[in-house]
């Protein structure tokens, strides 16, 4: 898995998509919890054929936002129900 370096020259996320494996590599958990985040929305993902892909990118700036607020739960992959969810929570 070719990784690319950040700034401070420390090794990131390969600029390829990240198969459940590699992410769960990544992130050091299992590829069991990959499943069922992806199944209960919790981490953005698209599905391809029967497999799911992540993209480094979106994985980064989640990551990135759930170090700024640990309770906060992602939204899934951006879909249509999940900007009905926001405007659900808005208008509540």
């Known amino acids: 898995m070719a990784k690319s370096k950040d700034k401070s020259g420390k090794a990131g ?18 590829e069991h919890t990959i499943y069922r985040w992806c199944k209960s929305r919790k981490i953005p993902h ?13 994985i980064k700036t989640w990551l990135e936002r759930k170090h700024r607020d640990p309770e906060e739960e992602p ?11 926001a405007d659900d929570e808005l208008s509540a």
Request: hydrophobic fraction near 30%.
């Open 46 to 58: 698209f599905s391809l054929n029967t497999s799911y892909r992540f993209d480094p990118g979106e």
């Open 13 to 30: 996320l390969p600029e390829r998509l990240l198969s459940a494996t590699d992410l769960a590599e990544y992130l050091g958990v299992g």
């Open 75 to 85: 939204r899934g992959d951006g879909g249509e129900e999940d900007s009905a969810a």
